[in-house]
Protein backbone atom coordinates (compact mmCIF):
# COMPACT_ATOMS: atom_id res chain seq x y z
CA UNK A 1 0.00 0.00 0.00
CA UNK A 2 1.49 3.31 -0.94
CA UNK A 3 2.23 5.63 2.47
CA UNK A 4 1.67 9.45 1.97
CA UNK A 5 3.63 11.78 3.71
CA UNK A 6 1.66 15.07 4.46
CA UNK A 7 3.18 18.88 4.34
CA UNK A 8 1.53 20.89 6.19
CA UNK A 9 3.93 23.04 7.65
CA UNK A 10 4.95 26.28 5.82
CA UNK A 11 9.15 25.58 4.98
CA UNK A 12 11.23 28.86 5.19
CA UNK A 13 10.16 32.16 4.10
CA UNK A 14 10.33 33.40 0.80
CA UNK A 15 12.78 36.68 2.07
CA UNK A 16 11.95 40.38 1.91
CA UNK A 17 11.45 40.92 -2.43
CA UNK A 18 8.33 39.45 -3.49
CA UNK A 19 9.40 35.89 -5.34
CA UNK A 20 7.68 35.54 -9.06
CA UNK A 21 6.30 31.87 -9.06
CA UNK A 22 5.64 29.91 -12.64
CA UNK A 23 2.31 28.42 -12.94
CA UNK A 24 1.51 26.97 -15.83
CA UNK A 25 -2.34 25.34 -16.40
CA UNK A 26 -4.15 23.91 -19.38
CA UNK A 27 -6.08 26.25 -21.65
CA UNK A 28 -9.40 24.62 -20.70
CA UNK A 29 -12.65 26.22 -18.43
CA UNK A 30 -11.53 24.43 -15.38
CA UNK A 31 -8.51 25.55 -14.81
CA UNK A 32 -9.35 28.87 -16.31
CA UNK A 33 -12.03 29.22 -13.66
CA UNK A 34 -9.56 27.92 -10.90
CA UNK A 35 -7.25 30.70 -11.31
CA UNK A 36 -9.20 33.64 -12.52
CA UNK A 37 -8.73 35.69 -9.31
CA UNK A 38 -5.00 35.26 -9.20
CA UNK A 39 -4.37 35.41 -12.30
CA UNK A 40 -6.51 38.90 -12.99
CA UNK A 41 -5.05 40.12 -9.39
CA UNK A 42 -8.27 39.74 -7.45
CA UNK A 43 -6.35 38.19 -4.69
CA UNK A 44 -2.61 38.89 -3.97
CA UNK A 45 -0.16 36.65 -1.59
CA UNK A 46 2.27 38.23 0.52
CA UNK A 47 6.03 38.08 -0.91
CA UNK A 48 4.75 36.35 -3.87
CA UNK A 49 3.89 37.17 -7.23
CA UNK A 50 2.58 34.64 -9.97
CA UNK A 51 3.45 34.22 -13.78
CA UNK A 52 0.43 32.55 -15.55
CA UNK A 53 1.30 30.32 -19.13
CA UNK A 54 -1.26 28.15 -20.37
CA UNK A 55 -0.29 24.98 -22.90
CA UNK A 56 -1.86 21.18 -23.99
CA UNK A 57 -1.02 18.73 -21.03
CA UNK A 58 1.00 16.27 -22.84
CA UNK A 59 3.18 19.44 -23.14
CA UNK A 60 2.96 20.64 -19.47
CA UNK A 61 3.53 16.68 -18.22
CA UNK A 62 6.69 17.46 -20.92
CA UNK A 63 7.85 20.74 -18.95
CA UNK A 64 7.50 19.04 -15.91
CA UNK A 65 10.13 16.86 -16.53
CA UNK A 66 12.36 19.64 -17.52
CA UNK A 67 11.07 21.48 -14.39
CA UNK A 68 10.13 24.53 -16.17
CA UNK A 69 7.53 25.59 -14.02
CA UNK A 70 7.41 26.02 -9.95
CA UNK A 71 3.28 25.36 -10.21
CA UNK A 72 1.87 23.14 -12.95
CA UNK A 73 -0.95 21.27 -13.85
CA UNK A 74 -0.03 17.68 -14.78
CA UNK A 75 -1.64 13.81 -16.00
CA UNK A 76 -2.26 11.91 -12.68
CA UNK A 77 -0.31 9.25 -14.23
CA UNK A 78 2.70 10.68 -14.95
CA UNK A 79 3.45 11.74 -11.23
CA UNK A 80 5.64 8.79 -10.53
CA UNK A 81 8.29 10.33 -12.71
CA UNK A 82 7.78 13.59 -11.12
CA UNK A 83 7.44 12.62 -7.73
CA UNK A 84 11.22 13.07 -6.96
CA UNK A 85 10.94 17.20 -7.84
CA UNK A 86 7.31 17.85 -7.29
CA UNK A 87 5.12 17.44 -4.70
CA UNK A 88 1.30 17.19 -5.12
CA UNK A 89 -0.67 20.13 -3.81
CA UNK A 90 -4.22 19.97 -2.00
CA UNK A 91 -5.71 22.46 -4.43
CA UNK A 92 -6.28 22.05 -7.93
CA UNK A 93 -7.35 18.59 -8.59
CA UNK A 94 -9.39 17.52 -11.12
CA UNK A 95 -11.61 14.62 -9.65
CA UNK A 96 -14.28 12.25 -11.72
CA UNK A 97 -16.78 10.62 -9.97
CA UNK A 98 -17.88 8.51 -12.20
CA UNK A 99 -17.23 9.90 -15.50
CA UNK A 100 -13.90 11.17 -17.24
CA UNK A 101 -11.75 10.46 -20.15
CA UNK A 102 -14.55 9.00 -22.90
CA UNK A 103 -13.57 6.43 -26.12
CA UNK A 104 -15.48 7.67 -28.71
CA UNK A 105 -16.08 6.28 -32.24
CA UNK A 106 -17.47 6.61 -35.72
CA UNK A 107 -19.99 3.29 -35.17
CA UNK A 108 -20.70 1.79 -31.80
CA UNK A 109 -18.38 -0.83 -30.88
CA UNK A 110 -17.03 -2.53 -27.94
CA UNK A 111 -13.68 -2.28 -26.12
CA UNK A 112 -13.06 -5.77 -27.11
CA UNK A 113 -13.41 -4.60 -30.49
CA UNK A 114 -10.14 -2.20 -30.86
CA UNK A 115 -7.66 -4.93 -30.12
CA UNK A 116 -5.51 -4.28 -33.35
CA UNK A 117 -6.78 -1.15 -34.01
CA UNK A 118 -5.61 2.51 -34.15
CA UNK A 119 -6.46 4.44 -31.18
CA UNK A 120 -5.50 8.25 -30.68
CA UNK A 121 -4.68 9.22 -27.07
CA UNK A 122 -3.11 13.06 -26.13
CA UNK A 123 -0.05 10.78 -24.81
CA UNK A 124 0.29 7.57 -23.83
CA UNK A 125 1.47 9.53 -19.93
CA UNK A 126 -1.52 11.00 -19.59
CA UNK A 127 -4.45 9.77 -17.36
CA UNK A 128 -6.62 9.27 -20.56
CA UNK A 129 -3.98 7.12 -22.35
CA UNK A 130 -3.47 5.01 -19.12
CA UNK A 131 -6.80 4.13 -19.01
CA UNK A 132 -7.17 3.24 -22.46
CA UNK A 133 -4.10 0.93 -22.19
CA UNK A 134 -5.77 -0.49 -19.39
CA UNK A 135 -9.18 -0.82 -20.98
CA UNK A 136 -7.94 -1.73 -24.08
CA UNK A 137 -5.51 -4.23 -24.35
CA UNK A 138 -4.01 -5.31 -27.74
CA UNK A 139 -4.62 -1.56 -29.21
CA UNK A 140 -1.64 0.43 -31.94
CA UNK A 141 -2.07 4.05 -30.11
CA UNK A 142 -1.41 6.93 -31.81
CA UNK A 143 -0.28 10.06 -29.87
CA UNK A 144 -2.07 13.70 -30.96
CA UNK A 145 -2.78 16.91 -29.66
CA UNK A 146 -6.39 16.40 -27.43
CA UNK A 147 -8.16 18.97 -29.32
CA UNK A 148 -7.50 17.03 -32.59
CA UNK A 149 -8.58 14.11 -31.87
CA UNK A 150 -12.26 13.98 -32.55
CA UNK A 151 -11.58 15.56 -36.22
CA UNK A 152 -9.03 12.43 -36.58
CA UNK A 153 -11.31 9.81 -35.46
CA UNK A 154 -14.17 11.46 -37.75
CA UNK A 155 -12.16 11.67 -40.63
CA UNK A 156 -11.03 8.04 -40.35
CA UNK A 157 -7.18 8.72 -39.45
CA UNK A 158 -7.91 6.36 -36.89
CA UNK A 159 -10.43 3.58 -35.40
CA UNK A 160 -10.95 5.78 -32.27
CA UNK A 161 -10.00 8.38 -29.70
CA UNK A 162 -9.80 9.31 -26.10
CA UNK A 163 -11.41 12.60 -25.32
CA UNK A 164 -10.34 14.74 -22.98
CA UNK A 165 -11.06 18.25 -21.42
CA UNK A 166 -14.06 19.60 -22.90
CA UNK A 167 -13.92 17.21 -25.73
CA UNK A 168 -15.17 14.87 -24.05
CA UNK A 169 -18.65 16.95 -23.81
CA UNK A 170 -18.78 17.57 -27.47
CA UNK A 171 -17.22 14.79 -29.68
CA UNK A 172 -20.80 14.15 -30.53
CA UNK A 173 -21.05 17.14 -32.50
CA UNK A 174 -18.67 15.42 -34.85
CA UNK A 175 -21.08 12.64 -35.37
CA UNK A 176 -19.13 10.42 -33.16
CA UNK A 177 -20.37 7.78 -30.21
CA UNK A 178 -19.49 6.64 -27.06
CA UNK A 179 -17.65 3.44 -27.04
CA UNK A 180 -17.00 3.94 -22.91
CA UNK A 181 -16.74 6.18 -20.64
CA UNK A 182 -13.48 5.17 -19.44
CA UNK A 183 -13.74 7.37 -15.81
CA UNK A 184 -16.41 5.32 -15.33
CA UNK A 185 -14.99 1.91 -15.97
CA UNK A 186 -12.18 3.28 -13.66
CA UNK A 187 -14.97 3.77 -10.69
CA UNK A 188 -16.84 1.15 -11.27
CA UNK A 189 -13.89 -1.45 -11.56
CA UNK A 190 -12.18 0.12 -8.28
CA UNK A 191 -15.23 1.50 -6.21
CA UNK A 192 -12.85 4.61 -6.07
CA UNK A 193 -13.15 7.94 -7.39
CA UNK A 194 -10.50 8.92 -10.48
CA UNK A 195 -8.09 11.62 -10.40
CA UNK A 196 -7.88 12.93 -13.43
CA UNK A 197 -5.01 16.12 -13.47
CA UNK A 198 -2.83 16.46 -10.14
CA UNK A 199 -1.54 20.65 -9.62
CA UNK A 200 2.19 20.25 -8.44
CA UNK A 201 4.55 22.49 -6.91
CA UNK A 202 7.93 22.26 -7.06
CA UNK A 203 10.86 21.13 -4.16
CA UNK A 204 12.49 24.61 -4.62
CA UNK A 205 9.54 26.53 -3.83
CA UNK A 206 10.37 27.84 -0.18
CA UNK A 207 6.63 27.95 1.77
CA UNK A 208 4.06 25.79 -0.92
CA UNK A 209 1.41 25.70 1.95
CA UNK A 210 0.96 29.17 0.84
CA UNK A 211 0.86 28.26 -2.53
CA UNK A 212 -2.40 25.39 -1.97
CA UNK A 213 -3.50 28.04 0.20
CA UNK A 214 -3.94 30.63 -2.60
CA UNK A 215 -5.31 28.37 -4.99
CA UNK A 216 -8.10 27.49 -2.29
CA UNK A 217 -8.89 31.04 -2.45
CA UNK A 218 -8.60 31.56 -6.30
CA UNK A 219 -11.51 29.35 -6.59
CA UNK A 220 -13.27 30.14 -3.52
CA UNK A 221 -13.27 33.92 -4.95
CA UNK A 222 -14.29 32.66 -8.37
CA UNK A 223 -17.14 30.73 -7.16
CA UNK A 224 -18.43 33.73 -5.07
CA UNK A 225 -18.25 36.00 -8.88
CA UNK A 226 -18.86 32.95 -10.59
CA UNK A 227 -20.77 34.93 -13.65
CA UNK A 228 -17.25 37.03 -14.06
CA UNK A 229 -15.32 33.92 -13.66
CA UNK A 230 -17.20 31.87 -15.60
CA UNK A 231 -16.61 34.86 -18.78
CA UNK A 232 -12.78 34.52 -18.57
CA UNK A 233 -13.23 30.67 -18.06
CA UNK A 234 -15.44 30.11 -21.20
CA UNK A 235 -12.93 31.77 -23.65
CA UNK A 236 -10.99 28.61 -23.29
CA UNK A 237 -13.91 26.00 -23.73
CA UNK A 238 -15.76 24.55 -26.59
CA UNK A 239 -19.08 25.73 -25.74
CA UNK A 240 -19.50 23.32 -22.51
CA UNK A 241 -17.75 25.23 -20.00
CA UNK A 242 -20.92 25.68 -17.43
CA UNK A 243 -20.95 21.82 -17.29
CA UNK A 244 -16.99 21.25 -17.54
CA UNK A 245 -16.52 23.71 -14.69
CA UNK A 246 -19.29 22.06 -12.33
CA UNK A 247 -17.48 18.86 -13.15
CA UNK A 248 -13.84 19.52 -12.39
CA UNK A 249 -13.62 22.28 -10.42
CA UNK A 250 -16.03 21.72 -7.45
CA UNK A 251 -15.75 20.58 -3.86
CA UNK A 252 -12.50 17.76 -5.07
CA UNK A 253 -10.78 20.71 -6.17
CA UNK A 254 -10.53 22.48 -2.89
CA UNK A 255 -9.08 19.60 -0.85
CA UNK A 256 -7.97 16.69 -1.75
CA UNK A 257 -10.68 13.84 -0.19
CA UNK A 258 -9.32 10.65 1.57
CA UNK A 259 -10.93 8.37 -1.28
CA UNK A 260 -9.32 10.66 -3.71
CA UNK A 261 -5.65 9.87 -1.92
CA UNK A 262 -6.18 6.31 -2.06
CA UNK A 263 -7.38 6.41 -6.15
CA UNK A 264 -4.01 8.04 -6.22
CA UNK A 265 -1.72 5.24 -4.38
CA UNK A 266 -3.55 2.47 -6.51
CA UNK A 267 -3.75 4.43 -9.58
CA UNK A 268 0.29 4.84 -9.08
CA UNK A 269 0.72 1.22 -8.70
CA UNK A 270 -1.48 0.38 -11.58
CA UNK A 271 0.61 3.02 -13.90
CA UNK A 272 3.61 0.89 -12.73
CA UNK A 273 2.50 -2.86 -13.60
CA UNK A 274 1.27 -2.02 -16.70
CA UNK A 275 5.00 -0.46 -17.44
CA UNK A 276 4.15 3.04 -17.78
CA UNK A 277 6.18 4.45 -14.72
CA UNK A 278 8.38 3.33 -12.53
CA UNK A 279 7.13 2.39 -8.23
CA UNK A 280 6.24 5.18 -6.20
CA UNK A 281 6.55 4.39 -2.68
CA UNK A 282 5.16 7.19 -1.21
CA UNK A 283 3.80 10.83 -2.11
CA UNK A 284 3.76 13.68 -0.39
CA UNK A 285 0.67 16.28 -0.30
CA UNK A 286 0.95 19.68 0.91
CA UNK A 287 -2.52 20.98 3.00
Known amino acids: MTRQQTSQKPRPGIGTEAATLSVAYTPDSDDAYCYWALEHERLTVPQLRFRFSRNHIIALNHAAMAERHDVTAVSSAVYPLLAARYRVLSAGTSVGRGYGPVLAARQACRLGDLAGKRVAVAGVQTTGGFLAVKFCPGAEFVQMPYDRIADAVAAGQVDAGVMIHEELLAFDRKGLVKVADLGQAWCESTGLPLPVGLNLVHRRVADPSAIADAIRRSLLYARSHHDEA ?31 REAMGLLFAETQRLGLTAGLDDFEIVE
Not at 247 to 260: G, I, W
Request: some cysteine; overall charge negative; charged content about 25%.
Open 230 to 260: MVFAAGFGRGCAKSHVEMFANEDTLRLPDDV
